[in-house]
Nanobody, 110 residues
Framework: VQLQASGGGLVQAGGSLRLSCTAS????????MDWYRQAPGKERELVAE?????GRFTISRDNAKNTVFLQMNSLKPEDTAVYYCKADLYVSGWNRIITWGQGTLVTVSS
């Protein structure tokens, strides 16, 4: 099973980016797909927890394509981080695994 994340890049403060992460392989069922981020010198954090009340970020899924999206609006320099997707899923033989994507860098300039 692989998670492929994309969509990161350099954007000015106030701009938007849309990240996507697609799971591929012998997948039976996806329980959850989440986004995390890790800024330089900081611990990895769950994006939904740190941005949920602001309304700037929206997470959505396309179950048919095993893909999760992260729409980020009104970006701030403090959003600069490597963004990772994580999947909790069942693979062949109904084995449950947790797997991470490779991360995609988001840089927000002031």
């Amino acid at each position: 099973v692989q998670l492929q994340a994309s969509g990161g890049g350099l954007v000015q403060a106030g701009g938007s980016l849309r990240l996507s992460c697609t799971a591929s392989g012998n997948i039976f069922l996806i329980n959850a797909m989440d986004w995390y981020r890790q800024a330089p010198g900081k611990e990895r954090e769950l994006v939904a927890e740190v941005t949920g009340r602001e309304g700037r970020f929206t997470i959505s899924r396309d179950n048919a394509k095993n893909t999760v999206f992260l729409q980020m609006n009104s970006l701030k320099p403090e959003d600069t981080a490597v963004y990772y997707c994580k999947a909790d899923l069942y693979v062949s033989g109904w084995n449950r695994i947790i797997t991470w994507g490779q991360g995609t860098l988001v840089t927000v300039s002031s």
